[in-house]
């Protein structure tokens, strides 16, 4: 019998491609998520790029914090492992609604764990961030990096790192692997799965991409003021479906013995500026992107990028994609789909 996953928010960005590579792995997935920031059509599509593992994929619109739901699910199936991507990922709204982002993100988990726990299902997936590194001292950040939050959406990803490491301590039958994210990017080569946010994007491709469909004037710049290479801010960005396919090295290390809470840094261990970025996207589109040089935006750190050693020693995992397939890929979601999985009608 193949591995039976359980993804939470498997309908998002992140997590519909990564229960594509799953499905294309053998795995078996079912997805719950109450579509809070996203479409059931993402499911759909993955469905149809799995093809004949389309099947091995089951969808339960649900929300994590409705127990009883959540009972029901686990009493009527058996899980092997959980990935857990559902949650709220807005840092500015999480600044003006810190109460909706600590029940949702933190609630959410708990009965998650709760109902995991009853039912013996103790290995997890947690998609952490690497804003948990706050404003690095110096880069490559590595795992050892003493850790803060900058904002209450950060403080949720360092309060359920430390849940877990508990329930660990607590019961060392528990097998988790935090994976800290830096800047996912990108769409699956096929154009057909991508991202697709609500509202105003809060991140730079998105942002980019909607300049480049007409969707915006300008690509706002927030800051040509660091000490970069072109004085715009410089982070590490990552291709989805390398992202995707650490999630599948995650889930094989699972499968060792005597793991216990360990956590792994999921980037591509380089820089890349604003500037950078969207010359690179400017070349794979073959679109200009008017800039407007603005302000640093407040809680930005200079220079992120990550320290791919560790998974790379123990998940045997390491990204592939530059940032021109990163670029190239966007391209090809946005091109082909200019407003996601809605119409100019739904979009803002
Ligand atoms: P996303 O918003 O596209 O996906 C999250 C999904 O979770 C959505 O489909 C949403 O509807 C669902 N969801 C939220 N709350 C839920 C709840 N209470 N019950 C059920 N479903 C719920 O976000 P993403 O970019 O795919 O991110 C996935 C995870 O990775 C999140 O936990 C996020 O914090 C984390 N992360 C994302 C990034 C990034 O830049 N995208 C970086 C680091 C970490
Ligand atoms: C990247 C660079 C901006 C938008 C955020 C979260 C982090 C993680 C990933 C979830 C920065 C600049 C951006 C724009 C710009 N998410 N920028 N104009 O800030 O590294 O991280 O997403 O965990 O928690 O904080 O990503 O894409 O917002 O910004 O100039 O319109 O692009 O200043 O230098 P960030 P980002």
Redesign the pocket.
């Known amino acids: 019998m193949p591995h039976n996953i359980l993804v ?9 491609h990564t229960v594509l590579q799953l499905l294309l792995g053998g795995f078996r997935a079912t997805v ?7 479409s059931e059509i993402a499911i759909q599509r993955v469905k149809e790029l799995a093809g004949e593992h389309g099947p091995n994929l089951d969808f339960h619109k ?4 409705d127990r009883a739901a959540l009972e029901e699910l686990f009493a009527s199936t058996k899980f092997d492992a959980v990935i ?6 807005a840092v500015g709204e999480s600044v003006q609604k810190p109460l909706l982002y600590y029940d ?2 933190l609630n ?1 988990t708990i009965t998650l764990l709760e109902v995991m726990a009853s039912h013996g299902c103790k290995k997890l997936v947690f ?5 948990v590194y706050g404003w690095p001292k110096e880069v490559p950040c590595t795992e050892e990096f003493p850790l803060c939050a900058t904002n209450p ?1 950060g403080r949720t ?1 360092l309060f359920i790192e430390d849940i877990c490491r508990d329930i660990y301590r607590s019961d060392s039958e528990w097998k988790i692997i935090l994976l ?5 990017v990108g769409a699956h080569p096929s154009g057909y799965i991508g ?1 697709d ?1 609500r509202g105003i994007p809060n ?1 730079l491709m998105p942002y980019v991409q909607q300049v480049a469909v007409g969707r915006r004037p300008t690509l706002t710049v927030f800051g040509n003021d660091y000490a970069t290479v072109d004085g715009t801010g410089v982070r590490d960005y990552i291709h989805v479906i390398d992202l995707s396919d650490g999630h599948i090295a995650a889930l094989n290390k699972l499968d060792e013995s005597g793991i216990g809470c360990e956590v792994y840094n999921l980037g591509t261990g380089k820089g890349t500026s604003v500037l950078e970025m969207v010359t690179a996207f400017e070349k794979a589109s073959g679109k200009e992107i008017p800039l407007v040089m603005a302000a640093r935006r407040p809680g930005d750190a200079e220079i992120v990028y990550a320290s791919t050693e560790k998974a790379e020693r123990e998940l045997n995992w390491k990204a592939k994609y530059g940032i021109e397939e990163m670029c190239r890929d966007q391209w090809n979601w946005a091109s082909q789909n200019p407003y996601g999985y809605g119409s100019p009608e739904t979009s803002d």
Do not use: Q
């Not at 649900?62 to 914090?65: F, K, N, T, V």
């Not at 857990?84 to 990922?89: I, P, R």
């Open positions: 939470t928010g498997g309908c998002g960005y992140i997590g519909s719950v998520d109450n579509l809070d920031n996203s649900m929300d994590l914090r857990h991507f559902a949650g709220l990922k949702n993100n959410g998609s952490s961030s690497a804003t959406y990803k800290r994210y830096f800047n996912p991202e946010p991140n």
